[in-house]
């Protein structure tokens, strides 16, 4: 069964610092990874989608690393924005199902 | 579009009784999916749908949960009968294409189960 671990569950960072989030999972036989935005009392908002067979994605500030072999995937938010408060999800996909993290809690302090 | 939408968006019940969840995909998608969402837990895969054909409900708890998707327009999640260790947040998501491809997610429906 895939496991997908995030550490630390919880950080704060000054405006202005760059975001680093890091993802682990388990089983490398994966399709997709995907991270996700979750904002509180709010669904899921799709940030990034990797394929396996692609290294890294990147959108504006946003850049996500994906290193199968290992089981690991980074999640680089440059220059952080208070709006950038949300918890980050990691989500892992294979065998026709999405493995998720439990979220990274991010708060941004102005 | 207005996205996935999700009712009720809170829902309070007591022990036993029936809880039934709805969900309308975004139009034109043929995937849906239904979520559990709690701290213990985090995000777990329920069930999901292609072209209205349930393919996958290993994720269901038990015989408790069922999920019936009528049309490609609607998709009902219900518990009957409700325990307390139901209580948490439940999203639906849709997506075209299935896995590979982008998930939407719903607002989620917040369930408390007394």
């Known amino acids: 069964k895939q496991e997908v671990t995030q550490i630390p569950a919880a950080l704060s960072v000054p405006e202005g610092e760059n975001l680093v989030l890091n993802c682990s999972f388990t089983?490398?036989?994966?399709?997709?990874l995907q991270w996700f935005r979750q904002d509180p009392g709010k669904g899921l908002t799709s940030l990034l989608l990797i394929q396996s067979s692609q290294r890294e994605q990147t959108s504006g500030r946003l850049n996500a690393s994906l290193d199968k072999s290992s089981g690991r995937s980074t999640l680089y938010i440059a220059a952080s924005q208070p709006g950038d408060s949300a918890t980050y999800l990691c989500?892992?996909?294979?065998?026709?199902?999405?493995?998720f993290g439990k979220g990274n809690q991010v708060v941004v302090i102005p | 579009d207005a996205g996935v939408i999700q009712s009720p968006r809170h829902e309070v019940t007591e022990m036993g009784q029936e809880v039934t969840l709805r969900c309308k995909p975004i139009s034109g998608h043929d995937y849906l999916f239904w979520y559990r969402q709690t701290m213990m837990r985090g995000l777990e895969l329920l069930i999901y749908f292609n072209n209205n054909v349930p393919i996958d409900d290993s994720g269901m708890p038990e015989d408790r949960f069922s999920a019936k998707m009528p049309n490609a327009s609607f998709s009902t999640l219900k518990i009957q009968p409700s325990e307390p260790r139901d209580s948490a947040v439940y999203f639906c998501?849709?997506?075209?294409?299935?896995?590979?491809?982008?998930?939407?997610f719903g607002p989620g429906t917040r369930l408390t189960v007394l």
């Open positions: 089983d490398s036989a994966i399709y997709n």
């Open positions: 998501a849709s997506s075209f294409g299935g896995y590979g491809n982008e998930q939407f």
């Open positions: 989500a892992v996909e294979g065998n026709n199902r999405l493995a």
